[in-house]
């Protein structure tokens, strides 16, 4: 019924915390408050990646399909972060997350799946580091810490999956799914409370 029931229940939960997130900042700051149309927009965006990455987990459809849409999905989150930046700042810089696209879009028509994984969070990278002054200092070092250990744990996972399964049935996404999720609920709180 569901290829990775682990994985799918994780996204899931994303979705939910994304959601709950969102009605209880919109609800207490009200419609005039500091959460304007872009900040609610990158939520959505957030929510529909989930959504179709919860579906992936569930159903493997064959080809690149799934791959392609959660990748548009990636690029319409930096899109939405850059517009949130944009209406907090008064402007972005584009350069490195310019290079970051064209680079994924190289990896990604590669078929070169897992490099594709990286690549796609490499493109969220750069807006973070190309409008790094943006961001309030006190969020960085969690952001980075949580990226950078969901990348060793994703290419642990890679890599030594198959030992590790032999020895112990577990499922090991789930790991990566969990640091993910704790990404996106950190990333969302701290662009809802308007980088407070």
Not at 31 to 55: N, R, S, Y
Request: net charge neutral; proline share 3%; with cysteine.
């Amino acid at each position: 019924m569901v290829a990775q029931p682990v994985s799918t229940f994780v996204n899931v939960l994303t979705c939910i915390g994304l959601i709950g997130l969102l009605l209880v900042t919109v609800g207490t700051v009200g419609t005039e408050g500091t959460v304007g149309k872009p900040v609610v927009a990158l939520v959505l965006a957030l929510i529909a990646f989930e959504l179709w990455h919860a579906f992936s987990h569930m159903r493997h459809i064959e080809g690149r399909l799934q791959a392609y849409v959660i990748h548009a999905l990636t690029y319409l989150i930096a899109f939405m972060t850059l517009w949130v930046i944009y209406t907090s700042m008064g402007s972005v810089h584009l350069g490195l997350v310019a290079f970051a696209i064209a680079l994924d879009i190289a990896i990604l028509f590669s078929n070169q799946t897992k490099l594709s994984v990286l690549s796609g969070v490499l493109v969220f990278v750069a807006v973070i580091l190309g409008n790094i002054g943006a961001f309030p200092p006190k969020h960085l070092p969690i952001l980075f810490a949580l990226i950078v250990l969901g990348a060793a744990v994703f290419l642990m996972e890679h890599h030594f999956c198959q030992v590790a399964m032999n020895a112990v049935e577990m499922p090991y996404h789930a790991i990566v799914e969990i640091i993910v999720m704790t990404f996106i609920l950190t990333f969302a709180k701290m662009m809802l409370s308007g980088f407070g």
